[in-house]
């Protein structure tokens, strides 16, 4: 989206939320992988919000998403009262504004902007990974606590699925060559399996961020959870959607700008050291360990192919999407054991 465009619609938005402030500045401080723009507002008497302008997606699912992190952040209790970045509010509810003109359909949230203190290493040492295993442990825990209280989510994995497949029987043609088609088909068949192995629907649902990397979480000088933001990826899912995200935090290559999807990293000793300490804290399951190999599948076939050329910007979309079918998808049952991983956390299988 234009910027020309992208800074009108925000300043339709402003005027529907609170016309009485005069916007001064209106800066694009977006990342540019994903097609969403994050823009840093600076009214004239220099207070300062940021905006954040998307067309991806269901409009009903971002505000749905929006008004239970919302939920999330305010009954979340210490140390995580104020981990989330929050959303402004007009008459107690969430504000979002939606434009709709022409062939364009957008929707715009403002958040107070977020206090940042320390940002972990690229590349993690030892201590960084027992220290974030801890606190993403203590923090599951606390979703959890919360997740009894918050609104319901009409998003599902399996519905996410049933979608893609919808979408293929349509349009074999946009999933790429025949084979490819077929290929699409015989993993999404495969996770639809996956999820009865492991009895995924008897898994606890919390609220789960997926996309973690180092740009969008801060840490104390004690590295305990400070601040977190960016939710393109949230939902209502199970905790095990959030570990691919981790091993590649922790992963020997560490966190990286050019990046690809590969599986490999959760099966690093990295990860496995970064589990076992999770696991002393809030204890995983052999079902778990198990579907991790079919929630890193569900993140291919939905966030990278299904929905990929929506997200990401043209020139990530293709490569990732060619990786998918190329690399991805194929190493999903070759590269993946569970065994070695319940072996190190001593899980009976």
Not at 323 to 330: G, H, K, Q, S
């Amino acid at each position: 989206m234009e910027y020309e465009l992208s800074t009108l619609i925000i300043r339709k938005a402003w005027e529907g939320y609170d016309g009485s402030r005069t916007i001064r500045s209106i800066e694009d401080i977006s990342a540019n992988v994903s097609t969403n723009k994050v823009f840093r507002i600076t009214f004239e008497d220099d207070d300062i919000i940021i905006a954040k302008l998307s067309s991806f997606g269901k409009y009903d699912y971002f505000k749905e998403d929006h008004r239970i992190i919302q939920s999330l952040s305010n009954n979340l209790l210490y140390p995580y009262e104020n981990f989330l970045a929050r959303s402004l509010l007009k008459n107690n509810r969430v504000y979002i504004y939606r434009y709709r003109h022409g062939k364009t359909d957008a929707w715009v949230v403002f958040y107070n902007p977020t206090r940042i203190m320390e940002r972990m290493p690229r590349r993690l040492d030892e201590s960084h990974i027992r220290k974030l295993a801890q606190q993403a442990a203590k923090f599951h825990k606390a979703c959890a606590r919360a997740s009894k209280i918050l609104p319901k989510s009409s998003k599902t994995m399996r519905k996410d699925i049933n979608s893609l497949m919808e979408q293929v029987q349509k349009d074999e043609a946009s999933f790429g060559t025949r084979t490819q088609v077929d290929q699409l088909k015989y993993h999404c068949d495969l996770y639809l399996k996956g999820r009865a192995k492991y009895a995924a629907n008897t898994f606890e649902t919390i609220p789960v961020f997926i996309d973690w990397n180092i740009g969008n979480f801060s840490v104390t000088n004690k590295q305990e959870f400070y601040s977190r933001w960016d939710y393109d990826w949230f939902r209502m899912s199970n905790r095990v959607m959030d570990f691919y995200f981790f091993s590649r935090v922790v992963s020997d290559v560490g966190d990286r700008t050019v990046f690809s999807y590969y599986i490999t990293t959760l099966m690093e000793d990295r990860f496995i050291l970064f589990l076992q300490e999770y696991h002393k804290l809030n204890p995983l399951t052999a079902n778990e360990i198990g579907f991790m190999k079919e929630a890193y599948r569900f993140f291919i076939l939905n966030y990278v192919i299904k929905d990929g050329k929506h997200f990401f910007h043209e020139q990530y979309a293709e490569k990732l999407q060619q990786e998918a079918y190329d690399i991805y998808l194929p190493s999903v049952e070759r590269d993946f054991d569970a065994k070695v991983i319940m072996e190190a956390l001593k899980i009976k299988y």
